[in-house]
C-alpha cells in the first residue's frame, strides 16, 4: 500500500519542496521531528481520528521544514507548515488554485501571535469538527500567547450548543437575544469540565440577529465558517453581517469561509450542474470571506477531493496551531 | 477526481454510513449503532445526560480478523471512547437501560 491517500498524484510536489529544504524524503521528515522529540502525526490523529494518512504527513512535512528553517516563534512554525500542507496540493486542484495551504499556515500565524483576541468556528452546530478544531488551540495556543486567546463556537440553535457543550467539556453560555433593542443578553453560563476546554465558550442563536450579536459581545476579529447544515440561514449571513458592521465601525475583522469549491452543491439546483460546478455554499463564502478553503469544514474525504489533505478544515485550524506550538516548544528547550 | 472517491466518506474500514439511534422522553436517546460501529456503553451525567459512549469500530474489528487476529483481541483493540466517557457518574448498557 502507498505511504498515504493520492500519493502518485502528490509525491513529485513534494519531493520538489523536500529538495529546497534539504530534506531526504517524506519520510526523513518524520525522522527530523523525532529526534527534536515530537511527533506531529500523533498530534493530528489526536484532534481528529478520522483523518487520512496524507494529513499526517502534511503535517510531518511542515514541522519539519520549520524546523529547517530554524524558526523560533510559533508563528513562523505555522507558516512553515502551511508550506508543508501547500506541497500535498494536487496540482491544478481547488486547493492548488486557492493557495489553501498557505492560507491555513497564515491563518494558525494569526491565532498565535497578539494582534488576534477571539476567534470563532461559526458553525450551523451540525458537526463535531468546530469543537475538534477547537480542543485544538484551546489546549495549545495560550502556551505560547502573552493574552490568552478567546476561543468561541457560535451556531444555530441552543440545544445543539449545549449538548456540544456537554459532550466535549465546554462551556456553555445560554442568550436571550432582545428584538426590540438589538441586545442579546446573557442568561446563564454552564461550565461542563475544568482545564483549557471549559475556556471555549459555546453559544446557540435563535436567528442570524442573535448570532451577529454575539459576534459582537465578544468582540470576534477572526472567524471560520462551517459549511454544510444551514450555511444559508445561518453562518455566512451572520459573517457577511458582522463584516459589513464592523466596516462601519472601522473594526478588523478577517473572515474565512472553510468550505466551498467543486461539487460542493447544497440543493438540487446547483447538484443538476454536476461535480465541476461551484455550488452555492462557495458562492456565499465568496462574499463576505477574506480567505476561502475548500472541501468541507468536517469531513476529511471531501477536503481531500479539493486536492488538499484528507481533514476537515476546522479540525485543521487545530491542527496547524499544536503543531506550530510543538514545534516553537521543541526549538526553544 | 479519482473513480471511486465519494466511497471515502466511509472512512478507513469501510463499512457503512447508516446509525440507529431510539430516543424516549422519558429515558433520553440511546445510540445502538453509529457509522463507526457497535455503541456498547453510554456514559452519562449526574442529570443523566449523555455525555460520551463506548464503541466497537466494526469494520476496522473485521479487517482484523480477516487478517487473522483472534476475534476477542480484535475486538478489543478497536474500542474506543468519546466524549468525556472518563466524566461519567455512571454507565449504561443502551440496549438493555
Known amino acids: 500500500m502507498a505511504l498515504f491517500e493520492g500519493y502518485e498524484r502528490r509525491i513529485d510536489g513534494i519531493n520538489e519542496v523536500c529538495k529546497k529544504y534539504g530534506i531526504a524524503s517524506i519520510e526523513a521528515a518524520a525522522d527530523i521531528c523525532k529526534e527534536k522529540g515530537f511527533d506531529p502525526a500523533a498530534i493530528v490523529t489526536d484532534l481528529q481520528p478520522i483523518c487520512f494518512e496524507n494529513a499526517k504527513w502534511a503535517y510531518t512535512l511542515g514541522a519539519a521544514i520549520a524546523i529547517k528553517k530554524g524558526v523560533k516563534t510559533a508563528a513562523d512554525a ?15 486542484s481547488v486547493a492548488d488554485h486557492r493557495k ?16 488576534a483576541e477571539c476567534f470563532a468556528f461559526l458553525a450551523g452546530h451540525e458537526s463535531f469538527a468546530a469543537a475538534e478544531g477547537a480542543i485544538g488551540i484551546a489546549q495549545t495556543a495560550n502556551k505560547v500567547r502573552k493574552h490568552p486567546l478567546r476561543v468561541i463556537l457560535n451556531g444555530l ?14 462551556t456553555y453560555v445560554q442568550t436571550q437575544y432582545d428584538y426590540k433593542t438589538g441586545k442579546v443578553n446573557v442568561v446563564k453560563e454552564v461550565k461542563y469540565s475544568d482545564g483549557p476546554r ?3 465558550k459555546c453559544y446557540g442563536a435563535d436567528s442570524v440577529p442573535e448570532g451577529v450579536a454575539i459576534m459582537h459581545l465578544e468582540k470576534v476579529d477572526i472567524s471560520i465558517t462551517g459549511n454544510s447544515t444551514n450555511p444559508t440561514r445561518f453562518q455566512h449571513p ?3 453581517t458582522y463584516k459589513k458592521e464592523c466596516t462601519e465601525q472601522g473594526k478588523k475583522y478577517f473572515s474565512v469561509a472553510s468550505g466551498g469549491g467543486t461539487g460542493r452543491t447544497l440543493h438540487p439546483d446547483n ?12 458562492t456565499l463564502g465568496r462574499m463576505h470571506s477574506d480567505a476561502q478553503f475548500a472541501g468541507s469544514s468536517s469531513v476529511p474525504a471531501h477536503v481531500d477531493m479539493m486536492g488538499l489533505i484528507g481533514a476537515g478544515n476546522n479540525p485543521m485550524v487545530g491542527m496547524s496551531v499544536a503543531v ?8 526553544n528547550k | ?28 436517546p440511546r445510540y445502538l449503532e453509529l457509522a463507526e460501529g457497535y455503541v456498547t456503553k453510554m456514559a452519562v451525567d449526574s442529570e443523566d445526560r449523555v455525555i460520551g459512549y463506548e464503541v466497537v469500530h466494526l469494520g476496522k474489528a473485521m479487517e482484523a480478523i480477516a487478517n487473522g487476529m483472534d476475534a476477542n483481541e480484535a475486538i478489543k483493540k478497536n474500542t474506543s471512547t468519546k466524549g468525556r466517557y472518563a466524566d461519567a457518574a455512571r454507565y449504561i448498557d443502551p440496549r438493555k437501560e
Open chain 2, 1 to 28: 477526481m479519482p473513480v471511486g472517491a465519494g466511497l471515502d466518506d466511509l472512512g478507513k474500514g469501510l463499512r457503512s454510513q447508516v446509525g440507529t439511534l431510539y430516543s424516549t422522553k422519558l429515558k433520553g
Open chain 1, 324 to 331: 506550530a506550538v510543538a514545534v516553537a516548544e521543541a526549538m
Open chain 1, 100 to 115: 489553501v495551504g498557505l492560507g491555513h499556515g497564515n491563518l494558525a500565524a494569526m491565532l498565535l501571535t497578539e494582534d
Open chain 1, 238 to 240: 451572520v459573517a457577511g
Open chain 1, 157 to 170: 440553535g441552543k440545544d445543539a450548543a449545549q449538548i456540544i457543550s456537554r459532550i466535549n467539556g465546554f
Open chain 1, 198 to 200: 471549559a475556556a471555549v
Open chain 1, 271 to 282: 447538484m443538476a450542474a454536476g461535480p465541476a460546478s461551484y455550488g452555492m455554499t462557495d
Open chain 1, 78 to 92: 505555522a507558516r512553515a507548515i502551511g508550506e508543508g500542507i501547500q506541497a500535498f496540493c494536487v496540482p491544478g
